[in-house]
């Protein structure tokens, strides 16, 4: 692929996850020449991660490493850079995306080709090779409440509802608009999210990247680029944990109170 390269800005956002966050970090610095601003931010972790990521000699001034002084969540993680960005495709990326070729450079070619597009993301695989069910439609009550049984219950009514939402019944060969852009990996035109603010906050975790994908479709198309693809760890787990589920539930409501209950566009 031929083209002028653009001006690229990327955010981690960290939280006791030190070794993950290095290897993506390397792995983008090593396929990303040129232009690109790399912010990590660490969420007070607990365990010293911010402390060892600032002292960590990544080789490469393009990295900057930012240590909040409290847990301000995803989305308010994330938001941290937003005064800090001069480029014109923006990343937001998980610390557990690996990269092995210049995707951040291509698809930000892709995204600035298509005009009508303000978000885009690529095909995400398992490190093994395995392919990643990420794109989704617009959540709904029951999609979300399907999404939770389906694991345990394959070939059941909730893995069939979970199927339909993740758009496993779709092509998702070729390049398409999506309704749900997974915050593991999202490339979004720099303008566009600073002037959408960036995350809403009052999301500490959960579905804050369908609330992102929302507002960022009042301003243009959000696509499925599959033919550009990262290596996903995906650290995916049973919902256990009472103050984590109650957390999603919070979540979920606000999500249907701002954009609805009904069926998704897309």
């Not at 660490?42 to 402390?51: K, L, T, Y």
């Not at 398992?126 to 409440?145: M, N, V, Y």
Request: glycine content about 6%.
């Amino acid at each position: 692929m031929s083209y002028s390269p653009a001006v690229l800005s990327a955010c981690i956002v960290s939280y006791c996850d030190y070794d993950e966050v290095c290897a993506a970090v390397r792995s983008i610095l090593q396929y990303t020449p040129g232009d690109l601003s790399l912010f990590v931010v660490d969420n007070a972790s607990p365990d010293g991660c911010g402390d060892r990521l600032r002292e960590t000699d990544f080789g490469d001034p393009r990295v900057q490493v930012i240590c909040l002084p409290r847990n301000v969540g995803f989305g308010g993680g994330h938001n941290t850079v937003l005064p800090q960005l001069d480029s014109q495709v923006h990343f937001i990326l998980n610390p557990d995306i690996v990269v092995d070729s210049n995707v951040l450079q291509d698809l930000a070619q892709w995204l600035l080709a298509h005009p009508d597009v303000a978000m885009a993301t690529p095909q995400l695989y398992f490190p093994d090779g395995r392919i990643q069910h990420l794109p989704r439609r617009k959540p709904t009550p029951w999609a979300l409440f399907a999404r939770q049984l389906a694991p345990r219950m394959p070939g059941s009514i909730f893995d069939r509802a979970d199927r339909h939402y993740t758009m496993q019944d779709e092509d998702l060969t070729r390049p398409r608009p999506i309704a749900f852009c997974t915050g593991s990996f999202m490339a979004v035109r720099t303008d566009i999210f600073r002037q959408i603010g960036g995350f809403d906050t009052d999301y500490f975790m959960y579905v804050e990247d369908a609330d992102l994908t929302q507002k960022v479709l009042q301003h243009g198309k959000v696509y499925l680029v599959p033919q550009f693809r990262a290596i996903h760890a995906w650290h995916r787990a049973p919902m256990r944990d009472a103050g984590k589920f109650k957390m999603q539930l919070s979540s979920m409501m606000r999500f249907f109170k701002k954009w609805g209950i009904g069926k998704g566009n897309i």
